[in-house]
């Protein structure tokens, strides 16, 4: 992954997120409070500004630029752990580029920080769901050496089947968890988006070759 | 969705731009998003800022003023604050003294609130944060986020904020703010949904006949579905559900407050508190204080909540305090 | 119809005994419908009572109290108080000084106030009658039972009730209380209709996308349906139909009243009165004074009415002296 | 008319107020606030009770009794309307019994009494509209010798033509004025009631054979 391409993944998820708002906050209403779309709208529309406007010195920064953009701009629940995900990983991306490898541990750091931040487990039903096994896949394949399109590729895959998994559990954290039992049967939000983020990258790095 | 509204992106800046141009005492900063007094910060006294999403006013922005909040930040509909208002919020309200934080229990307020607080504390300003968690429709347990913040926040910015004029430290001012919402306890009925501008219809469907029992402020489901009855049975379950978590201990009187979630008439809420007086007084507690009105709101939701907080002598007296907001204002 | 309601029977009567255990400060005879302070009334001070139907909360029973009004007798929904009922509060209201009645121009109101007058006239009551027409959405002919009395009669029971513990003399109270009617004009919108217990649907069904216009408060239908649009739009119409009908004269600045019609968020009128404030900008018009919020409600209508009220600096002194009602307070 | 058929008619006006109730608020719904059925109910309810309880020594007693009943129960626009004709007419009917001639001029004093406080002409779209015509066929048939009974049924015939053609009128008087143009189309809830009445004392009379 190179500067370029960090570029090119936010940009694509501020395009897929603005495509998918309506369905995005459709699934926060049925269990939450109907906002994430917008809220990641938001987000990511101002980050793809921001990075498109900076001059980074590694990919990194591109990725720290983009989760601070989140945090200040998004407010809610996913705001505060996206972003702090993005800044947490990009710091461990100093060079102007990265190997599969290095990317699999910055987004495990990622991973990390949303743990602590919110105490999900896996099963909670939240993007961990999500998360969990889309760095999985993708420590798995770049272990095997694989490039990062493959990679992404199958953590894209790995993060679908979670988001789509989280749909007959009950929530145990953030809003859907109020719910109790009612909060099964509907696919999480932030487990959603967090599949449509790795798609994005998937995408991106086929279409860099 | 049939609103008086320009546009959902600039619904609120315009209604804040009204709030401003509505309260030339207050000062509003349209850009951060932060409503101030217009004289600024209280010179020796503890601050008190609190925030949340939008959609709940008068809640937090019509408390703002003397008596009440130094400063609020709301966030987008239904939205916690990020950070970067949070921060500014609190440095206007900082005179040195310190600066108390009221915070709903919602994983983003608490998180944006806590990234902000660990900001502040790095500029050197001393921040004390109460988490308000009054709703007993939640259950409070490790599988859950913990109770909702709701009513019991007006208790909560009143009684603190009195607190503060009264002169009390930081860790005082706190701690009396964190006794009322030991104290407090919520429960919420919907009739309707609220509709935000974003979403642009309401945020469940409910049938004619039904109610949504134990709902939050956010247009959440709530705990069960139910069918409307008459006001006299939803009453007390709403009032079993509260006692029943935390009955009035000795030597207390309680404060109780039925709040209108945005789309009821005044009428009903009487009505309803009509009701609670008389349940609370077959079991013999005794209301030392009374609010009927539209204090924490879900946009246009038909409903509402009650809240009951054990109040001994002191915080009666801090609530019978002077205050002058645009929500809530007496003895001055 | 959803409301927390025991019975449509019951209704009024449920209501009033909620309010009456909220205000210990207050007396309400359930048996026959009148509010009054619980301390009598004030030696010496010329007495101000208000009534008309009930479900305009809170408006007037709300409105009892220090520097407003003396008694209120409220109605059966949206129907006018009867004879009796109003004897009963102008003899609760008298000190020996009169009453001046503040009556919303509705046929029946009229019937029946002035019938009371008659009695109370009988009695040996002195008593002055203030009509209040400020809704510039009726046409005010021979052909019209003339304009409805709408938001102006919270400013005419304020000031006029200001005037009162001023000292002023029947005749006088009364002659401000006119000064403000005739200065004032409303004009109001309506998103839904309202739902009264008795009919148990909304008073006219409104499309999706469409608005009622020059709405009284009644749940009747106002003059047009038009499509919705931007609120900006609305609100400018709003306020021209206005200052067509009455510009303020030289030395005059308004009062500005944004009133909720009770289904309508607060976030809401603030945007509307954004509004309001930005195009009296435009024209050069100076807002002195303004309240925003829920006053003369029509249920759980969800709409607003806009009252402009060109005041100079007397009425502004009035309006500016303290009041303390369960639905107005400040500077006491 | 004896104090009996006077008490009979109250009580049959009360029965038809109440079955017709939701009707005449729907009617007052279109063009109004709704409550003129309920308004009725009321007041009519609470007279046939105040008269079933009175010791009547004339039959204007109890037409007085029924009219500051409705005053002091009824209030809106059609308490001190119908209760202040109803006192105009019962004081006019000093005797125990009257006949059609006295009866014709007591309900003229009535019609007087509505006007009076009112204001209405005939076509303003009122209950004058059924109650003018009404008083106008009654007299007429009075003054041609006929019976109680048969006057009745002709001020009935009347009434319902008038509050039938009240239908097109725009209102200039009441709420209804306040919609202008749109009072087009809906009979006025006032005449309706007004029928209602007319046609509770013919079917009244006609009983009493
Ligand atoms: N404690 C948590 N840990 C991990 N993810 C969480 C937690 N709480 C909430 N989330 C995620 O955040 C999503 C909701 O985000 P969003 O709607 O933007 O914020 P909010 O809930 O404040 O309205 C949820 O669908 C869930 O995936
Ligand atoms: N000025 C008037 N003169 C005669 N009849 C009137 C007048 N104003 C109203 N009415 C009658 O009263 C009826 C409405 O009565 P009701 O609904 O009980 O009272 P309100 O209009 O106060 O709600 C109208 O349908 C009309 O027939
Ligand atoms: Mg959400
Ligand atoms: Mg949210
Ligand atoms: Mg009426
Ligand atoms: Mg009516």
């Given at each position: 992954m190179d500067i370029e391409l960090a570029r090119a993944w936010v940009r694509a998820v501020a395009v897929a997120v603005e495509k998918?708002?309506?369905l995005l906050s459709d699934l926060d209403a049925a269990i939450g409070d109907g906002d994430h779309g917008g809220n990641l709208n938001r987000g990511f529309a101002a980050a793809a500004e921001a990075v498109a406007a900076l001059q980074p010195g590694s990919v990194g920064e591109v990725l720290v630029k983009t989760g601070t953009t989140l945090v200040s701009k998004v407010g809610g629940a996913s705001g505060p752990l996206y972003g702090s995900a993005l800044r947490a990983a990009g710091k461990r991306l100093?060079?102007?580029?990265a190997d599969p490898g290095e990317v699999a541990a910055a987004l495990a750091a990622g991973l990390e920080e949303v743990r602590r931040l919110g105490g999900a487990q896996p099963?909670?039903?939240?993007m961990v769901d999500a998360y969990a096994p889309a760095v999985e896949a993708f420590t798995e394949a770049a272990g095997r050496g694989a490039a990062l399109a493959e990679a992404a590729q199958a953590a894209a895959t790995a993060a679908e089947?979670?988001?789509?998994?989280?749909?007959?559990?009950?929530?145990r954290k953030g809003r859907a968890s109020y719910l109790g039992e009612r909060s099964k049967g509907h696919e999480d939000p932030g487990a959603v988006s967090t599949a449509m983020i790795f798609r994005a990258l998937a995408d991106t790095a086929a279409a860099a070759g | 969705m049939k609103k008086f509204l320009n546009s959902a992106d600039t619904y609120l800046t315009d209604a804040l731009a009204g709030f401003a141009a509505a309260h030339p005492d207050l000062a509003v900063d349209l850009e951060n998003r932060v409503v101030t007094r217009a004289r600024g910060a209280v010179p020796g006294k503890v601050g008190l800022v609190s925030g949340g999403g939008s959609g709940h006013e008068p809640l937090h922005t019509g408390f703002v003023g003397e008596g009440m909040l130094d400063a609020a930040c709301p966030g987008e509909v239904f939205t916690s604050p990020v950070p970067d208002q949070v921060v500014a919020a609190v440095r206007a309200a900082d005179s040195g003294a310190g600066v108390v934080l009221v915070v709903k229990n919602y994983t983003g307020d608490v998180m944006n609130f806590d990234l902000a607080a660990e900001l502040a504390g790095d500029e050197g300003v001393r921040v004390e944060t109460v988490l308000v968690d009054d709703d007993v429709a939640v259950q409070d347990s490790t599988f859950t986020a913990g109770r909702r913040g709701t009513g019991a926040t007006l208790l909560v910015e009143k009684i603190a904020g009195a607190a503060a004029v009264r002169g009390d430290s930081l860790e005082a001012v706190a701690e009396i703010g964190r006794r009322v919402n030991a104290a407090s306890r919520s429960f919420a009925v919907a009739l309707t949904a609220g509709t935000t501008p974003e979403a642009g219809r309401p945020g469940f469907d409910l049938p004619a006949d039904e109610i949504e029992v134990g709902v939050g402020i956010h247009g959440e489901p709530g705990r069960r579905r139910e069918k409307l009855r008459p006001?006299?049975?939803?009453?007390?379950?709403?009032?079993?559900?509260?006692l029943e978590d935390r009955a009035p201990g000795a030597g207390e009187e309680v404060i109780a407050l039925v709040n209108g979630l945005g789309g009821t008439p005044l009428s009903e809420l009487y009505l309803v508190y009509g009701e609670v007086a008389r349940l609370l007084g077959e079991r013999g507690v005794r209301i030392s204080r009374s609010l009927v009105g539209d204090y924490v709101t879900s946009l246009d939701m038909a409903g509402c909540s009650v809240t009951l907080c054990g109040a001994d002598a002191e915080l009666v007296e801090l609530w019978d305090a002077p205050v002058s907001t645009p929500g809530l204002r007496w003895g001055m």
């Open positions: 998918d708002r309506e100093t060079g102007e580029s099963g909670d039903k939240t089947d979670g988001a789509r998994a989280t749909e007959p559990l009950q929530a | 006001a006299r049975e939803i009453v007390a379950d709403m009032v079993e559900a509260i």
